[in-house]
Protein backbone atom coordinates (compact mmCIF):
# COMPACT_ATOMS: atom_id res chain seq x y z
CA UNK A 1 0.00 0.00 0.00
CA UNK A 2 1.41 3.43 -0.42
CA UNK A 3 0.05 5.57 2.67
CA UNK A 4 -1.62 9.00 1.16
CA UNK A 5 0.56 11.37 3.60
CA UNK A 6 -0.33 14.25 1.91
CA UNK A 7 -3.83 14.85 3.04
CA UNK A 8 -2.84 13.73 6.61
CA UNK A 9 -5.21 15.28 8.67
CA UNK A 10 -7.65 16.69 6.05
CA UNK A 11 -11.12 15.76 5.67
CA UNK A 12 -11.35 13.71 2.12
CA UNK A 13 -14.70 12.32 0.60
CA UNK A 14 -14.68 9.26 -1.58
CA UNK A 15 -17.21 8.46 -3.61
CA UNK A 16 -17.44 4.62 -5.37
CA UNK A 17 -16.13 1.80 -3.27
CA UNK A 18 -14.88 -0.72 -5.77
CA UNK A 19 -11.48 -1.86 -6.34
CA UNK A 20 -9.69 1.49 -6.72
CA UNK A 21 -12.42 3.37 -4.61
CA UNK A 22 -11.58 0.73 -1.69
CA UNK A 23 -8.02 1.06 -2.09
CA UNK A 24 -7.92 4.60 -1.49
CA UNK A 25 -9.67 4.97 1.27
CA UNK A 26 -7.46 2.98 2.65
CA UNK A 27 -4.55 4.20 1.53
CA UNK A 28 -5.82 7.73 3.08
CA UNK A 29 -6.67 6.50 6.15
CA UNK A 30 -3.48 4.70 6.68
CA UNK A 31 -1.83 8.10 5.64
CA UNK A 32 -3.45 9.93 8.33
CA UNK A 33 -6.57 11.64 6.60
CA UNK A 34 -10.16 11.74 7.79
CA UNK A 35 -12.28 9.76 5.26
CA UNK A 36 -15.46 9.34 4.72
CA UNK A 37 -16.71 7.35 1.70
CA UNK A 38 -20.10 6.06 0.21
CA UNK A 39 -20.80 4.13 -2.48
CA UNK A 40 -24.64 3.40 -4.41
CA UNK A 41 -24.29 0.15 -4.42
CA UNK A 42 -24.68 -1.75 -0.71
CA UNK A 43 -22.48 -4.71 -1.98
CA UNK A 44 -19.48 -2.22 -1.37
CA UNK A 45 -21.08 -0.11 1.34
CA UNK A 46 -20.82 -3.61 3.55
CA UNK A 47 -17.39 -4.60 2.35
CA UNK A 48 -15.94 -1.02 3.44
CA UNK A 49 -17.57 -0.86 6.90
CA UNK A 50 -16.19 -3.92 7.63
CA UNK A 51 -12.89 -2.77 7.02
CA UNK A 52 -13.32 -0.07 9.40
CA UNK A 53 -13.99 2.95 6.77
CA UNK A 54 -16.69 5.39 7.67
CA UNK A 55 -19.53 4.88 5.21
CA UNK A 56 -22.27 8.09 5.27
CA UNK A 57 -24.45 8.74 2.24
CA UNK A 58 -22.38 12.16 0.94
CA UNK A 59 -25.70 13.70 0.44
CA UNK A 60 -25.64 13.91 4.32
CA UNK A 61 -22.09 15.48 5.04
CA UNK A 62 -21.49 18.93 5.31
CA UNK A 63 -18.66 19.79 2.65
CA UNK A 64 -17.86 23.03 3.66
CA UNK A 65 -14.52 22.43 5.39
CA UNK A 66 -13.94 19.69 2.96
CA UNK A 67 -10.53 19.22 1.35
CA UNK A 68 -11.23 16.65 -1.57
CA UNK A 69 -13.72 14.31 -3.20
CA UNK A 70 -11.70 11.30 -4.36
CA UNK A 71 -14.16 10.09 -7.82
CA UNK A 72 -13.79 6.24 -8.56
CA UNK A 73 -12.67 6.62 -12.37
CA UNK A 74 -15.87 5.17 -13.39
CA UNK A 75 -17.89 7.47 -12.24
CA UNK A 76 -18.96 10.55 -14.68
CA UNK A 77 -17.02 13.65 -14.04
CA UNK A 78 -18.34 15.44 -17.40
CA UNK A 79 -20.27 13.23 -19.85
CA UNK A 80 -23.18 12.50 -20.02
CA UNK A 81 -23.46 14.61 -16.95
CA UNK A 82 -21.19 14.84 -13.62
CA UNK A 83 -22.54 12.41 -11.35
CA UNK A 84 -24.47 13.78 -8.19
CA UNK A 85 -21.20 14.15 -5.91
CA UNK A 86 -19.58 16.19 -8.35
CA UNK A 87 -22.61 18.95 -8.39
CA UNK A 88 -21.96 19.28 -4.50
CA UNK A 89 -18.20 19.24 -4.58
CA UNK A 90 -18.22 22.36 -7.32
CA UNK A 91 -20.89 24.14 -5.44
CA UNK A 92 -18.87 23.54 -2.10
CA UNK A 93 -15.29 24.94 -4.22
CA UNK A 94 -14.21 21.02 -3.23
CA UNK A 95 -11.53 19.65 -5.56
CA UNK A 96 -12.32 16.07 -7.61
CA UNK A 97 -9.43 14.58 -8.67
CA UNK A 98 -8.71 10.73 -8.41
CA UNK A 99 -6.03 7.86 -7.33
CA UNK A 100 -3.90 8.71 -9.87
CA UNK A 101 -3.24 12.27 -8.62
CA UNK A 102 -3.34 10.81 -5.09
CA UNK A 103 -0.30 8.67 -5.97
CA UNK A 104 1.38 11.95 -8.34
CA UNK A 105 1.39 14.03 -5.06
CA UNK A 106 2.86 11.54 -2.51
CA UNK A 107 5.58 11.09 -5.05
CA UNK A 108 6.52 14.44 -5.60
CA UNK A 109 6.10 14.31 -1.48
CA UNK A 110 8.21 11.81 -0.79
CA UNK A 111 10.54 10.62 -3.86
CA UNK A 112 10.27 12.94 -6.26
CA UNK A 113 13.16 11.42 -8.52
CA UNK A 114 11.56 8.30 -8.36
CA UNK A 115 11.12 6.78 -11.80
CA UNK A 116 7.46 6.53 -13.18
CA UNK A 117 6.41 5.45 -16.18
CA UNK A 118 2.47 5.93 -17.26
CA UNK A 119 0.85 4.46 -20.44
CA UNK A 120 -2.33 5.41 -22.89
CA UNK A 121 -4.02 5.04 -25.84
CA UNK A 122 -7.18 3.65 -27.47
CA UNK A 123 -5.52 -0.14 -27.89
CA UNK A 124 -2.67 -1.80 -26.89
CA UNK A 125 -1.96 0.26 -23.21
CA UNK A 126 -2.01 -3.37 -21.41
CA UNK A 127 0.09 -5.46 -23.69
CA UNK A 128 2.40 -2.45 -23.04
CA UNK A 129 2.26 -1.89 -19.52
CA UNK A 130 3.10 -5.81 -19.28
CA UNK A 131 5.99 -5.64 -21.53
CA UNK A 132 7.57 -2.39 -20.20
CA UNK A 133 7.68 -3.98 -16.74
CA UNK A 134 8.80 -7.38 -18.08
CA UNK A 135 11.57 -5.38 -19.53
CA UNK A 136 12.45 -3.40 -16.44
CA UNK A 137 12.25 -7.54 -14.51
CA UNK A 138 15.32 -8.59 -16.70
CA UNK A 139 17.09 -5.74 -16.45
CA UNK A 140 16.95 -6.11 -12.66
CA UNK A 141 14.62 -3.42 -11.06
CA UNK A 142 12.43 -3.23 -8.51
CA UNK A 143 8.60 -2.95 -10.47
CA UNK A 144 5.99 -1.69 -8.81
CA UNK A 145 2.86 -2.73 -12.14
CA UNK A 146 -0.16 -1.61 -11.65
CA UNK A 147 -3.27 1.15 -12.24
CA UNK A 148 -6.19 0.31 -15.23
CA UNK A 149 -4.35 -3.05 -15.37
CA UNK A 150 -5.34 -4.38 -12.50
CA UNK A 151 -3.83 -3.62 -9.58
CA UNK A 152 -5.20 0.08 -8.02
CA UNK A 153 -2.33 2.21 -8.14
CA UNK A 154 -2.05 2.47 -4.69
CA UNK A 155 -2.38 -0.54 -3.60
CA UNK A 156 1.49 -0.76 -4.74
CA UNK A 157 4.34 0.20 -2.94
CA UNK A 158 4.78 4.00 -2.43
CA UNK A 159 7.80 5.49 -4.39
CA UNK A 160 11.24 5.00 -3.92
CA UNK A 161 14.33 5.67 -5.33
CA UNK A 162 15.43 3.04 -7.55
CA UNK A 163 11.80 1.53 -7.62
CA UNK A 164 10.19 2.10 -10.81
CA UNK A 165 5.78 2.61 -11.47
CA UNK A 166 4.43 1.23 -14.10
CA UNK A 167 1.30 2.56 -14.14
CA UNK A 168 -1.45 2.00 -17.31
CA UNK A 169 -3.57 4.90 -17.07
CA UNK A 170 -7.43 5.35 -18.79
CA UNK A 171 -8.86 8.59 -20.30
CA UNK A 172 -11.21 8.41 -16.92
CA UNK A 173 -8.12 8.37 -14.62
CA UNK A 174 -6.44 11.23 -16.80
CA UNK A 175 -9.35 13.23 -16.44
CA UNK A 176 -8.97 13.23 -12.62
CA UNK A 177 -4.88 14.10 -12.22
CA UNK A 178 -4.46 17.25 -13.59
CA UNK A 179 -1.22 17.32 -12.00
CA UNK A 180 -0.04 14.13 -13.66
CA UNK A 181 3.98 14.33 -14.56
CA UNK A 182 5.68 10.72 -15.53
CA UNK A 183 9.15 10.55 -16.33
CA UNK A 184 7.93 8.80 -19.07
CA UNK A 185 4.60 9.15 -20.45
CA UNK A 186 3.59 6.54 -23.74
CA UNK A 187 0.57 7.35 -25.78
CA UNK A 188 0.09 4.54 -28.02
CA UNK A 189 -2.99 5.19 -30.35
CA UNK A 190 -6.07 7.15 -30.42
CA UNK A 191 -9.47 6.22 -32.50
CA UNK A 192 -12.93 6.77 -31.26
CA UNK A 193 -13.53 5.24 -27.82
CA UNK A 194 -15.75 6.34 -24.64
CA UNK A 195 -17.46 8.92 -26.73
CA UNK A 196 -20.19 8.75 -24.39
CA UNK A 197 -17.99 9.94 -21.14
CA UNK A 198 -16.04 12.77 -23.07
CA UNK A 199 -18.48 14.23 -25.27
CA UNK A 200 -16.50 14.20 -28.86
CA UNK A 201 -13.14 12.72 -30.16
CA UNK A 202 -11.55 16.28 -29.63
CA UNK A 203 -11.81 15.87 -26.15
CA UNK A 204 -11.26 12.52 -25.57
CA UNK A 205 -7.95 12.89 -27.56
CA UNK A 206 -7.44 16.29 -25.41
CA UNK A 207 -7.43 14.49 -22.13
CA UNK A 208 -4.79 11.56 -23.46
CA UNK A 209 -3.07 14.28 -24.33
CA UNK A 210 -2.04 15.88 -20.85
CA UNK A 211 -0.32 12.71 -19.91
CA UNK A 212 2.23 12.86 -22.26
CA UNK A 213 1.93 16.80 -22.61
CA UNK A 214 3.79 17.04 -19.14
CA UNK A 215 5.86 14.05 -19.17
CA UNK A 216 9.93 14.27 -19.09
CA UNK A 217 10.01 11.89 -22.26
CA UNK A 218 7.06 11.00 -24.37
CA UNK A 219 6.73 8.22 -26.21
CA UNK A 220 4.14 8.75 -29.00
CA UNK A 221 2.81 6.54 -31.86
CA UNK A 222 2.05 9.00 -34.70
CA UNK A 223 0.17 6.39 -37.21
CA UNK A 224 -2.79 8.34 -36.47
CA UNK A 225 -3.90 11.73 -37.54
CA UNK A 226 -4.82 12.64 -33.82
CA UNK A 227 -1.89 11.47 -32.49
CA UNK A 228 0.61 12.87 -34.82
CA UNK A 229 -0.75 15.95 -33.99
CA UNK A 230 0.17 15.62 -30.56
CA UNK A 231 3.45 14.39 -30.95
CA UNK A 232 4.10 17.78 -33.05
CA UNK A 233 2.27 20.22 -30.41
CA UNK A 234 4.19 18.85 -27.71
CA UNK A 235 7.86 18.42 -29.39
CA UNK A 236 6.91 22.40 -29.95
CA UNK A 237 6.26 23.13 -26.36
CA UNK A 238 9.67 21.90 -25.78
CA UNK A 239 8.92 18.29 -24.76
CA UNK A 240 10.91 16.21 -25.57
CA UNK A 241 9.46 13.39 -28.07
CA UNK A 242 10.20 10.15 -29.39
CA UNK A 243 8.13 9.03 -32.18
CA UNK A 244 6.66 5.47 -32.91
CA UNK A 245 5.56 3.81 -35.96
CA UNK A 246 4.88 1.00 -37.83
CA UNK A 247 3.76 2.05 -41.12
CA UNK A 248 6.62 4.30 -42.33
CA UNK A 249 10.35 5.06 -42.18
CA UNK A 250 11.35 7.58 -39.17
CA UNK A 251 14.60 9.43 -39.38
CA UNK A 252 14.27 10.13 -35.65
CA UNK A 253 12.35 7.60 -33.71
CA UNK A 254 11.17 4.15 -33.83
CA UNK A 255 9.97 2.06 -36.89
CA UNK A 256 9.22 -1.51 -38.21
CA UNK A 257 11.51 -2.50 -40.97
CA UNK A 258 10.16 -6.09 -41.82
CA UNK A 259 10.44 -7.75 -38.60
CA UNK A 260 13.52 -5.40 -37.46
CA UNK A 261 12.84 -2.55 -34.69
CA UNK A 262 14.82 0.18 -35.87
CA UNK A 263 15.85 3.39 -33.94
CA UNK A 264 17.32 6.24 -35.49
CA UNK A 265 18.10 4.46 -38.44
CA UNK A 266 19.50 1.34 -36.56
CA UNK A 267 17.82 -2.39 -36.36
CA UNK A 268 17.93 -2.45 -32.48
CA UNK A 269 15.56 -5.38 -32.27
CA UNK A 270 14.09 -8.44 -34.20
CA UNK A 271 10.74 -9.45 -33.31
CA UNK A 272 10.67 -12.34 -35.53
CA UNK A 273 9.30 -15.53 -33.58
CA UNK A 274 7.87 -13.75 -31.05
CA UNK A 275 4.52 -15.56 -30.77
CA UNK A 276 3.34 -12.99 -27.68
CA UNK A 277 4.03 -9.81 -30.04
CA UNK A 278 2.41 -10.90 -33.46
CA UNK A 279 0.92 -8.35 -35.57
CA UNK A 280 1.88 -4.87 -36.60
CA UNK A 281 0.06 -3.92 -33.34
CA UNK A 282 2.22 -5.53 -31.73
CA UNK A 283 5.39 -4.43 -33.54
CA UNK A 284 4.22 -0.88 -31.92
CA UNK A 285 3.90 -2.15 -28.50
CA UNK A 286 7.12 -3.63 -28.49
CA UNK A 287 8.48 -0.43 -29.72
CA UNK A 288 7.21 1.88 -27.51
CA UNK A 289 8.20 -0.80 -24.47
CA UNK A 290 11.60 -0.68 -26.02
CA UNK A 291 11.64 3.36 -26.17
CA UNK A 292 10.44 3.73 -22.44
CA UNK A 293 12.49 1.47 -20.70
CA UNK A 294 16.10 2.30 -22.36
CA UNK A 295 14.77 6.58 -21.61
CA UNK A 296 14.94 5.10 -17.71
CA UNK A 297 18.94 3.55 -18.50
CA UNK A 298 18.02 0.16 -19.44
CA UNK A 299 21.01 -1.23 -22.13
CA UNK A 300 19.46 -2.10 -25.45
CA UNK A 301 20.89 -5.47 -25.30
CA UNK A 302 18.66 -6.06 -22.19
CA UNK A 303 15.75 -4.98 -23.80
CA UNK A 304 16.05 -7.20 -27.17
CA UNK A 305 16.58 -10.04 -24.60
CA UNK A 306 13.51 -9.38 -22.70
CA UNK A 307 11.44 -9.19 -25.75
CA UNK A 308 12.01 -12.62 -26.96
CA UNK A 309 10.83 -13.59 -23.33
CA UNK A 310 7.35 -11.74 -23.11
CA UNK A 311 4.90 -14.55 -22.54
CA UNK A 312 2.35 -12.03 -23.27
CA UNK A 313 -1.23 -11.25 -21.52
CA UNK A 314 -4.26 -14.06 -21.45
CA UNK A 315 -6.75 -12.97 -23.85
CA UNK A 316 -4.66 -10.94 -26.15
CA UNK A 317 -3.51 -13.03 -29.03
CA UNK A 318 -2.64 -15.81 -26.62
CA UNK A 319 -1.83 -18.95 -27.85
CA UNK A 320 -3.50 -21.76 -26.16
CA UNK A 321 -2.44 -24.82 -27.60
CA UNK A 322 -1.24 -26.74 -31.00
CA UNK A 323 -2.04 -29.89 -32.95
CA UNK A 324 0.32 -30.55 -35.39
CA UNK A 325 -0.38 -27.21 -38.01
CA UNK A 326 -3.00 -26.02 -36.12
CA UNK A 327 -2.51 -23.30 -33.55
CA UNK A 328 -5.30 -22.02 -31.37
CA UNK A 329 -5.46 -18.11 -30.35
CA UNK A 330 -7.62 -16.64 -27.65
CA UNK A 331 -8.34 -13.11 -28.54
CA UNK A 332 -11.34 -13.09 -26.31
CA UNK A 333 -10.10 -9.25 -25.31
CA UNK A 334 -10.94 -7.71 -28.70
CA UNK A 335 -14.27 -6.35 -28.49
CA UNK A 336 -14.56 -4.60 -31.06
CA UNK A 337 -14.01 -4.83 -35.01
CA UNK A 338 -10.73 -1.88 -34.74
CA UNK A 339 -9.28 -4.57 -32.14
CA UNK A 340 -10.12 -7.97 -34.49
CA UNK A 341 -8.66 -6.39 -36.94
CA UNK A 342 -5.44 -6.26 -35.64
CA UNK A 343 -5.72 -10.19 -34.91
CA UNK A 344 -6.49 -10.73 -38.63
CA UNK A 345 -3.91 -8.86 -39.60
CA UNK A 346 -1.68 -11.52 -37.91
CA UNK A 347 -2.44 -14.57 -40.15
CA UNK A 348 -3.03 -15.75 -43.14
CA UNK A 349 -5.18 -18.74 -42.87
CA UNK A 350 -7.96 -18.45 -40.45
CA UNK A 351 -10.78 -20.25 -38.89
CA UNK A 352 -12.47 -17.92 -37.73
CA UNK A 353 -14.78 -17.75 -33.89
CA UNK A 354 -16.35 -14.74 -33.63
CA UNK A 355 -19.42 -13.28 -32.55
CA UNK A 356 -21.70 -12.09 -29.39
CA UNK A 357 -23.27 -8.85 -28.64
CA UNK A 358 -22.60 -6.54 -31.23
CA UNK A 359 -20.55 -3.20 -30.89
CA UNK A 360 -22.10 0.10 -33.45
CA UNK A 361 -20.85 -1.44 -37.00
CA UNK A 362 -20.87 -4.88 -36.43
CA UNK A 363 -18.07 -6.77 -38.65
CA UNK A 364 -18.53 -4.42 -42.21
CA UNK A 365 -15.14 -2.34 -41.48
CA UNK A 366 -12.93 -6.01 -41.62
CA UNK A 367 -13.91 -6.22 -45.17
CA UNK A 368 -10.05 -6.03 -46.50
CA UNK A 369 -9.38 -9.28 -44.27
CA UNK A 370 -12.29 -11.70 -45.27
CA UNK A 371 -9.39 -12.84 -48.17
CA UNK A 372 -7.71 -14.53 -45.30
CA UNK A 373 -10.74 -15.99 -43.49
CA UNK A 374 -11.49 -20.15 -44.69
CA UNK A 375 -14.55 -20.03 -42.88
CA UNK A 376 -16.24 -18.11 -39.48
CA UNK A 377 -18.20 -20.02 -37.30
CA UNK A 378 -20.45 -17.56 -35.79
CA UNK A 379 -21.88 -17.53 -31.71
CA UNK A 380 -24.05 -15.13 -30.07
CA UNK A 381 -26.47 -12.65 -30.17
CA UNK A 382 -24.58 -11.26 -33.63
CA UNK A 383 -24.78 -14.40 -35.82
CA UNK A 384 -27.62 -13.46 -38.25
CA UNK A 385 -25.90 -9.78 -38.80
CA UNK A 386 -23.01 -11.22 -39.28
CA UNK A 387 -24.12 -13.97 -41.49
CA UNK A 388 -25.35 -11.15 -43.77
CA UNK A 389 -21.95 -9.73 -43.71
CA UNK A 390 -20.21 -12.69 -44.76
CA UNK A 391 -22.81 -13.93 -47.35
CA UNK A 392 -21.56 -14.66 -50.38
CA UNK A 393 -17.94 -13.76 -49.04
CA UNK A 394 -17.06 -15.81 -46.69
CA UNK A 395 -18.24 -19.04 -45.38
CA UNK A 396 -19.63 -19.57 -42.59
CA UNK A 397 -21.09 -22.12 -39.81
CA UNK A 398 -23.89 -20.88 -37.09
CA UNK A 399 -22.29 -22.56 -34.52
CA UNK A 400 -24.22 -21.14 -31.85
CA UNK A 401 -22.13 -21.39 -28.79
CA UNK A 402 -17.97 -20.90 -28.05
CA UNK A 403 -17.91 -24.86 -27.29
CA UNK A 404 -19.78 -25.78 -30.53
CA UNK A 405 -17.45 -23.65 -32.87
CA UNK A 406 -14.36 -24.93 -30.94
CA UNK A 407 -15.44 -28.35 -32.10
CA UNK A 408 -16.48 -27.27 -35.58
CA UNK A 409 -13.27 -24.88 -36.11
CA UNK A 410 -10.72 -27.76 -34.87
CA UNK A 411 -12.07 -30.64 -37.43
CA UNK A 412 -12.19 -28.12 -40.24
CA UNK A 413 -8.97 -27.03 -39.76
CA UNK A 414 -7.12 -30.46 -38.93
CA UNK A 415 -8.40 -31.53 -42.83
CA UNK A 416 -6.99 -28.19 -44.30
CA UNK A 417 -4.34 -29.14 -46.41
CA UNK A 418 -1.11 -27.77 -45.76
CA UNK A 419 0.58 -25.23 -43.78
CA UNK A 420 -0.27 -23.64 -40.03
CA UNK A 421 -4.17 -23.04 -40.27
CA UNK A 422 -5.22 -20.88 -37.14
CA UNK A 423 -8.18 -21.45 -34.85
CA UNK A 424 -8.92 -17.79 -33.88
CA UNK A 425 -11.50 -16.46 -31.42
CA UNK A 426 -10.95 -12.98 -31.89
CA UNK A 427 -15.48 -12.08 -31.63
CA UNK A 428 -15.29 -8.50 -32.35
CA UNK A 429 -18.07 -8.64 -29.90
CA UNK A 430 -19.11 -7.90 -26.23
CA UNK A 431 -19.26 -10.79 -24.48
CA UNK A 432 -22.63 -10.06 -22.03
CA UNK A 433 -24.95 -12.09 -24.38
CA UNK A 434 -23.27 -15.32 -23.32
CA UNK A 435 -20.52 -14.67 -20.40
CA UNK A 436 -20.09 -12.29 -17.86
CA UNK A 437 -17.16 -10.66 -18.84
CA UNK A 438 -14.18 -11.38 -22.05
CA UNK A 439 -11.97 -13.66 -19.36
CA UNK A 440 -14.34 -15.96 -18.71
CA UNK A 441 -15.27 -16.49 -22.50
CA UNK A 442 -11.36 -16.37 -23.08
CA UNK A 443 -11.21 -18.77 -20.16
CA UNK A 444 -13.83 -21.33 -21.72
CA UNK A 445 -11.66 -21.18 -25.33
CA UNK A 446 -8.78 -22.29 -23.87
CA UNK A 447 -10.72 -24.89 -21.62
CA UNK A 448 -12.27 -26.43 -24.85
CA UNK A 449 -9.08 -26.06 -26.77
CA UNK A 450 -7.42 -28.03 -24.34
CA UNK A 451 -9.83 -30.63 -23.99
CA UNK A 452 -9.29 -31.59 -27.57
CA UNK A 453 -7.95 -35.49 -28.97
CA UNK A 454 -4.36 -34.55 -29.26
CA UNK A 455 -4.00 -30.49 -28.78
CA UNK A 456 -0.83 -29.71 -26.65
CA UNK A 457 -0.36 -26.38 -24.41
Known sequence: ??????????????????????????????????????????????????????????????????????????????????????????????????????????????????????????????????????????????????????????????????????VECSSFQIDLAPSLNPTVGVLLNLTPDHIDRHGSMEHYASIKERLVAASDTAIVGVDDDYSAAIAQRIAEMGVQVVPVSVVRPLAHGFHLS????????????????????????????????????????????????????FPGLAHRMEAVGRNGQVLYVNDSKATNADATEKALSAFERIFWIAGGRAKEGGIAALTDYFPRIVHAYLIGESSADFARTL??????????????????????ARGHGVGEAVVLLSPACASYDQFPNFEVRGDRFRDAVRALPGVQP
Not at 68 to 81: D, K, M, N, R
Not at 391 to 412: C, F
Open 1 to 166: MTPVTCFKDKRVLVFGLGGSGFATAQALMAGGANVIAWDDGEKGRDKAQAAGINVTDLRDVDWHGVDALILSPGVPLTHPEPHWSVFQAKAAGVEVIGDIELFVRERRLIAPDAPFIAITGTNGKSTTTALIAHLLREAGCDVQLGGNIGTAILSLEPPAPGRVHV
Open 258 to 309: GTQLVRDGVAVADLAGIGSLRGKHNAQNAAAAFAAVTAIGVSEKIAARGLAT
Open 391 to 412: DGIVPYTLSGTLDQAVRDAAEA
